[in-house]
Nanobody, 123 residues
Framework: QVQLVESGGGLVQAGGSLRLSCAASGRTFSSNAMGWFRQAPGKEREFVASISYSGRTTAYADSVKGRFTISRDNAKNTVYLQMNSLTPEDTAVYYC????????????????WGQGTQVTVSS
């Protein structure tokens, strides 16, 4: 397993942008597919984006497609989530997670989770 620490959350106005980072410790980061999830108040945690261990393949939830971009830098053991055109509906705690070799959108397949970072979008 890898240890994950998210950063970059905060308060932003609607239409603005934020970039989240997730720093991983451990030597196995580059062999892990990674994902971002979010949980809004009163709602279940949901899939946002995922990226293969190589970074060549990505997947997005329909609600963020075209606005969010997931990327990774294996030399820095870091995965990113660039969020543009934010709306109040994007307000949530954002979590990064590692899923092993296989890229997946299924939460149950992720075995390492960060503590989360709050993103708040004001209207």
């Amino acid at each position: 397993q890898v240890q994950l620490v998210e950063s970059g959350g905060g308060l932003v106005q609607a239409g603005g942008s934020l970039r989240l980072s997730c720093a991983a410790s451990g030597r196995t980061f580059s062999s892990n597919a990674m994902g971002w999830f979010r949980q809004a108040p009163g709602k279940e945690r949901e899939f946002v984006a995922s990226i293969s261990y190589s970074g060549r393949t990505t997947a997005y939830a329909d609600s963020v497609k075209g606005r969010f971009t997931i990327s990774r830098d294996n030399a820095k053991n870091t995965v990113y989530l660039q969020m543009n055109s934010l709306t109040p509906e994007d307000t949530a705690v954002y979590y990064c997670a590692a899923s092993g070799m296989k890229m997946t959108t299924t939460q149950a397949s992720y075995n390492s989770w960060g503590q989360g970072t709050q993103v708040t979008v004001s209207s």
